[in-house]
């Protein structure tokens, strides 16, 4: 926050022989003056920036009536700036010129807090729901941050200043991990264009924010492993039945989230149409229901929707045990990029096992047997290639394979 200096005009000395003592801010290289004052030159003090007691032979200077004045002024206008820090007001060399004057400042059009909660309102016009709990939970994220660290949270405080607290915060004092640090900033870059575009800040010192999400390890089921886990006779039926929820995932390419929804009304023959909860999609994905898929259906034909009701946190936990008691306990060397360097862990896989690997799995298989890459992006509903990258995992047998294609080809032509 920028400080008040008061500074003496040496050169402009009346006939009395008082100067005007300058209060000085500068902001955005600015400087906005306001004379609150007369000495003598040779009463003041640079230093201390104040006026010094006259000398017993000389003209009594009122040095403490003027001192005080001086502090009373800088205490102005440290209530000013920080009135204009809590409520989003942009302080600029203008506005404080204004307040200097005595006239009226401007309203700001609206605080940052009250404009994160009406982006959150357009966002369920036009984004999907689970999208919107995302950034819920990202703004309440970053409130608990501002209530424990009390860096107050205003769009002026969203500089590097406020990336070095808040990396600190999410890093080392909430434990969290590099990749979701990336995350919440990327999402407050989101809101901070959102609020620019409509007026409601001038600042830009977000746009420096530099925070890459770094590459993770993609762990998936093999084929060997997803046949043991598909044809295993468990003893628990929260077992089979999450087993046969996490199978049917890993043969269509659906989250949990759309795997759950899904009722007697999405089928159309041998096809499964449905809309993604997560993306806003003008055309529904259309996905052929693979014998294995069909058979798990048959189990629960009774009933409205295609497969058992659970929930995503019970979810993981029955499936993790599901994996280990089918014996899926293959060791996986994995990165991890907690502090922002990599580094390598070695973790058994029914520990790793979760509800988002089924889309993993069945983007993995699909391509080791063939699928083609528009073919795959189709039935995900995936449209980047960036993103498909994050799902897919190439095994060196795969890759194999494909090669050896590639030689018979060469082979079967003449040179």
Not at 62 to 85: G, P, R, S, Y
Not at 164 to 173: G, H, P, W
């Amino acid at each position: 926050m920028p400080k008040v200096g008061f500074f003496i005009q040496k050169d402009k000395i009346n006939k009395h022989g008082y100067t005007n003592i300058k209060a000085i801010v500068t902001i955005n290289y600015k400087n906005v003056s306001k004379s609150v004052g007369q000495v003598r030159p040779k009463h003041w003090n640079p230093i201390k920036q104040r006026v010094s007691k006259s000398r017993a032979d000389e003209e009594f200077n009122n040095h403490e009536e003027i001192n005080q004045q001086l502090e009373n002024f800088q205490k102005e206008v440290d209530v000013f700036m920080k009135q204009c820090q809590k409520t989003g007001k942009e302080l600029t060399a203008d506005l404080l010129k204004d307040f200097f004057s005595g006239r009226e400042f401007y309203s700001p059009k609206i605080t940052f807090w009250k404009a994160w909660d009406d982006y959150l309102q357009q966002a369920l016009l036009i984004k999907a729901s689970k999208t919107v709990k995302d950034q819920t939970s990202t703004r309440n994220y970053f409130k608990a941050f501002e209530e424990e660290t009390k860096y107050i949270m205003t769009f002026e405080n969203i500089n590097l200043e406020f990336l070095d607290k808040f990396r600190t915060y999410v890093l080392e004092i909430q434990n969290n991990h590099y990749n979701y640090l990336a995350t919440l900033t990327r999402r407050l870059k989101s809101f901070m264009n959102w609020s620019y575009e409509r007026g409601f800040t001038h600042n830009t010192e977000y746009r420096k924010f530099k925070i890459q999400e770094k590459p993770g390890t993609v762990v998936a089921l093999s084929l060997d492993e997803f046949q043991r886990l598909y044809n295993f006779a468990f003893e628990k039926t929260k077992h089979d039945r999450v087993r046969d929820i996490f199978c049917f995932g890993c043969l269509t390419g659906l989250r949990i989230s759309d795997l759950l929804r899904l009722t007697r009304e999405n089928l159309q023959g041998e096809t499964l149409i449905t809309y993604m909860k997560k993306v806003k999609k003008d055309k529904p994905l259309e996905i052929p229901i693979l014998p294995q898929a069909r058979k798990i259906l048959n189990k629960y034909q009774e009933q409205y929707y295609l497969l058992p009701k659970i929930s995503e946190q019970k979810f993981n936990t029955y499936i993790k045990e599901a994996a280990k008691e089918a014996g899926i306990t293959s060791l996986v060397k994995i990165m991890d990029f907690k502090s922002g360097l990599g580094q390598e862990e070695t973790i058994s896989k029914d520990q790793l096992i979760h509800a988002h690997m089924t889309r993993k799995t069945f983007i993995s298989l699909a391509y080791k047997a063939g699928l083609d890459i528009e073919s795959i992006k189709a039935i995900t509903g995936i449209r980047s290639e960036r993103t498909l990258e994050r799902y897919l995992t190439i095994e060196p047998e795969t890759l194999a394979d494909k090669v050896k294609v590639f030689s018979a080809l060469i082979e079967s032509k003449s040179f």
